[in-house]
Structures are given as structure tokens and as C-alpha cells.
């Protein structure tokens, strides 16, 4: 499985923005999904994860209730809406596919990151 996150940007605080990722194969509806992210000089951490049918969602206390991830199988796409966005979700943000802990760093595939940059 081939990812490709895309959809980084700058924003303001407090604006939204949303994220997208499509993964190569035709394997996608079996992985469970999920969102990290690595700011400077910090260790990566989990945003949020997706279950392969959509039904269960999982996300990280810092973005719970800003953030809503969700999967197109069909399109063999991810998204992530982020929205009241703060300076401190400033990050690198990478999808990964195919784990059997959704919040954990054990995925086995990894794509190459987007950039987002939220100004104060």
C-alpha cells in the first residue's frame, strides 16, 4: 500500500482545514487508518483513526471535537476535517494504514507527510 497525503497549508487560528489521503492498491478497505503528526522537535503522535468499515473513530484528546476523520472506501481515500485550528496543531501530518491498535505507532504503512503551519 502507496500513500499520498496532501492538502497542507497555512491558515490563521481559528480557521479550518481539511486534509486528504489516498492510498495505492486494492487493499485499502481491509486497513484500518489513521492521522499523526510531528512538530519540531517533538516525537510523532496520533491524531485520530478510522475503522475499515468507518464505523469507529478514534481520536486524540488535543483535537476531539475540532477534528473529524473519515474514509471514502470507494475512492480508496482518507480525510481529515480540522477545524478552530490552533498554533499548536502546527505539524507534519502523516497517514498510515494497517494496524491493530488504532492509537498506537504500530501502522505498516506510512505516507509522506503535508505540512500544516497555523499562524496566531
Known amino acids: 500500500v502507496q500513500l499520498q497525503a496532501s492538502g497542507g497549508g497555512l491558515r490563521q487560528a481559528g480557521d479550518s482545514l481539511s486534509l486528504s489521503c489516498t492510498a495505492s492498491?486494492?487493499?485499502?478497505?481491509?486497513?484500518?487508518m489513521g492521522w499523526f503528526r510531528q512538530a519540531p522537535g517533538k516525537e510523532r503522535e496520533f491524531v485520530a483513526a478510522?475503522?475499515?468499515?468507518?464505523?469507529?473513530?478514534y481520536y486524540a484528546d488535543s483535537v476531539e471535537g475540532r477534528f473529524t476523520i473519515s474514509r471514502d472506501n470507494a475512492k480508496n481515500t482518507i480525510y481529515l476535517q480540522m477545524n478552530s485550528l490552533k498554533p499548536e496543531d502546527t505539524a507534519v501530518y502523516y497517514c498510515?494504514?494497517?494496524?491493530?491498535?488504532?492509537?498506537?505507532?504500530?501502522?505498516?504503512?506510512w505516507g509522506q507527510g503535508t505540512q500544516v503551519t497555523v499562524s496566531s
Open positions: 492498491g486494492r487493499t485499502f478497505s481491509l486497513h484500518t
Open positions: 478510522i475503522s475499515r468499515s468507518g464505523t469507529n473513530t
Open positions: 498510515a494504514a494497517g494496524t491493530s491498535s488504532p492509537r498506537t505507532n504500530t501502522y505498516r504503512y
